[in-house]
């Protein structure tokens, strides 16, 4: 079964550095998401990505994020200038084409724990 | 205001029996979508079961089945003949569709386990 994939799995960066998570979502799959899960929280939206541009952004996602696409398969989450409190799981997400009468499942990868240290 | 609420941070369950997860939320929006997603202790993300604020019939998925109940905006969880490895977090979330939002607004979880 296609599954959306994740790299790397844990990556351990000093605060004040850039990263980059990377993603390879399901192959037909059109819509990209990012989200957040700070220890023991809940999991929290980012960014979704549909047609080479940002289609929806929550208040988390400020000027220190930008995801890309750099090629037809990878989706990317930056952070510039980590912080302690980027420390989470953020995890990948894909989805099928969305309409507006259907809730198309998405589709997690197993996650990148960032450590700011 | 919290849009999906599960009440229930922890849950011991005797193996073989069934299990409901609860799950309400708060919209004002007609068009949405219900999802369940699995957490087990490895971390990843685990989709289960859907449900559509205008479909008719509850959704069922293998032992997993979803108790929708529209006007009092609940959209429970029901595992039935529970095993060992259903052991995990359990999140609701919703997706509102008339504002056009993408994301999935996720609920606090319900930790589940399973015990022997």
């Known amino acids: 079964e296609p599954e959306v994939t994740q790299t790397p799995s844990h990556q351990v960066t000093q605060m004040g550095q850039e990263v980059i998570l990377r993603c390879v979502p399901i192959?037909?799959?059109?819509?990209f998401y990012w989200y957040r899960q700070i220890l023991g929280q809940k999991v929290e939206f980012l960014v979704s990505?549909?047609?080479?541009?940002?289609?929806?952004k929550s208040e988390i996602f400020d000027d220190q994020f930008s995801v890309e696409r750099p090629d037809g398969s990878n989706f990317t989450l930056k952070i510039r200038s980590t912080k302690l409190e980027d420390s989470a799981m953020y995890f990948c997400?894909?989805?099928?084409?969305?309409?507006?009468?259907?809730?198309?499942?998405?589709?997690f990868g197993d996650g990148t724990r960032l450590s700011i240290l | 205001a919290q849009k999906i609420t599960q009440t229930q941070p922890g849950m011991f369950v005797q193996e073989k029996e069934a299990v409901t997860l609860d799950c309400t939320y708060d919209?004002?929006?007609?068009?949405?979508?219900l999802f369940w997603y699995k957490q087990p202790s490895s971390g990843e993300m685990i989709f289960l079961i859907y449900q559509g604020s205008y479909d008719q019939q509850n959704a069922t998925e293998g032992r997993y089945s979803l108790n929708f109940q529209k006007a009092r905006k609940s959209a429970n969880l029901v595992i039935s003949a529970s095993q060992l490895g259903d052991s995990a977090m359990y999140f609701c979330?919703?997706?509102?569709?008339?504002?056009?939002?993408?994301?999935?607004?996720f609920g606090k979880g319900t930790h589940l386990i399973i015990q022997p």
């Open positions: 990505f549909y047609n080479n541009e940002i289609s929806e």
């Open positions: 979330a919703m997706r509102e569709l008339g504002g056009g939002a993408d994301g999935l607004t």
């Open positions: 192959s037909n799959h059109l819509y």
């Open positions: 997400a894909s989805s099928e084409a969305l309409t507006a009468d259907s809730n198309q499942p998405q589709h």
């Open positions: 919209t004002s929006d007609p068009s949405y979508g």
